[in-house]
């Protein structure tokens, strides 16, 4: 595991505030500080470290950050910029300086949280498909686990879709439920590394009790940050990607789907420690009638989702979700296919609006091999009325775990 403090100290002494990592930054362009000097900013970031002194234009940097790792290979100082905002962030955090809403509500301590909520509207406790709890849930040694995330939990019918298609692969396959178990990201992108240490050891700790040898990560950021803390382990971890397209075979035989699909890469698949370009293509190439359109930035240059900068001041993220779906369109393809899940949940509630679908590449071949569940969200975001919305969850909100009358008022805001 990283010595966060270790790397604290290194980017306090060691940033020369050059600026190359805001030069190079995608998100800045949205920002309040998009017209300063790029030296001058990371200076202003740098009072932070070594004074505990902040402003508005480190405030903006610090919490702008997407994590999109843009700029690690920049740094001439072979920082990571991204970390060191993080770490910024926990200096803020311990100076008594309110920790944007946004970054809260994700939050695993947090005891309804988004994640949580989403889940919540879609499905009952007891028809789960995932464990949530190693200690008193039915554990069993497996060769294979798939590991959720916490963004897959927001989404059942991809956690079922993938289950399904790993199934016929490994039918002892087990589903292990994030949120109450997290990679750890999340506590670190929101200022906290000691919490975040402590929520990865703590899944590390909940996997080793099914005694796998493979450990499918359904989420791409948890793919990096396995990758970048690399944990002593008697497993091996992968994307789901990567386990599906080396068991193509085993899937069965895909029907033809007549589309054009243009691909929305994930920041953290593709520029992490140990990218995979190649696995989520190789799914499509797969099935039959599936034409491939790359976008202008995909690959290594993809363009962010957006996600992490919308807690910042002005929400520039929603402004650089609407460049990556504009990208999208120009292609002129008929479907955006995705295969994060936290990226599909930040592009969904736009699709109303939109000429183009977004689906999840494991979705789309999923159906072309006769595995489907409904995707009740997108039917839901679908309607843009909260009160059928609430009508049609409401045996969901009345099983669920979370404050009733809190659920109800979230539902409604969130799919008026």
Not at 223 to 238: C, E, G, H, N, V
Not at 267 to 295: F, N, Q, V, W, Y
Request: charged share 25%.
């Amino acid at each position: 595991m990283i010595d966060f403090a270790h790397e604290k100290n290194r980017f306090e002494s060691d940033c020369t505030a050059c600026g190359q990592c805001v030069t190079v930054c995608p998100i800045i362009p949205f920002t309040g500080i998009k017209d300063d000097d790029p030296g001058r900013i990371m200076a202003a970031v740098l009072d932070v470290f070594r004074h505990g002194r902040s402003n508005d234009v480190a405030n903006m940097r610090i919490y702008s950050c997407m994590s999109c790792l843009t700029c690690r290979p920049e740094c001439p100082e072979d920082l990571d910029p991204s970390l060191g905002l993080s770490l910024a962030r926990g200096i803020l955090r311990e100076a008594g300086e309110p920790m944007p809403r946004g970054l809260s509500f994700l939050l695993p301590e947090t005891g309804f949280n988004l994640m949580k909520a989403i889940e919540a509207i879609q499905i009952k406790p007891e028809e789960r498909p995932w464990i949530t709890d190693v200690r008193s849930d039915d554990v069993t040694e497996t060769d294979t686990v798939i590991f959720t995330g916490c963004t897959g939990i927001m989404q059942p019918d991809l956690v079922m879709t993938a289950r399904d298609l790993v199934r016929r692969a490994d039918p002892t396959v087990q589903v292990l439920g994030g949120v109450d178990y997290c990679c750890g990201d999340t506590n670190l992108r929101a200022g906290n590394p000691e919490a975040a240490k402590d929520h990865f050891y703590r899944l590390v700790d909940a996997l080793d009790r099914f005694s796998p040898k493979n450990v499918l990560l359904l989420c791409p950021t948890c793919k990096a940050f396995f990758d970048l803390y690399q944990p002593d382990t008697d497993w091996s971890w992968r994307f789901i990607t990567e386990f599906l397209a080396e068991h193509l075979d085993k899937l069965g035989r895909p029907e033809e789907t007549v589309a054009t699909v243009t691909i929305h890469d994930a920041c953290h698949l593709t520029r992490g420690k140990h990218p995979d370009l190649e696995s989520p293509r190789k799914l499509l190439e797969a099935i039959p009638g599936i034409e491939i359109i790359e976008m202008k930035n995909s690959r290594e240059t993809t363009l962010c989702c957006g996600g992490s900068a919308m807690a910042a001041v002005g929400k520039p993220g929603l402004d650089f979700r609407s460049k990556r779906l504009e990208e999208a369109q120009e292609t002129g393809a008929e479907i955006m296919a995705v295969y994060c899940p936290g990226c599909q949940s930040v592009f969904v509630p736009e699709m109303a609006k939109l000429p183009i679908r977004i689906e999840s590449i494991i979705k789309l071949l999923g159906r072309s091999v006769g595995v489907f569940h409904e995707d009740k969200l997108l039917r839901f975001m679908s309607y843009r009325d909260a009160g059928k919305v609430l009508s049609e969850a409401g045996g969901c909100i009345e099983m669920s775990e979370l404050p009733k009358e809190k659920l109800t008022g979230f539902a409604s805001k969130y799919f008026k």
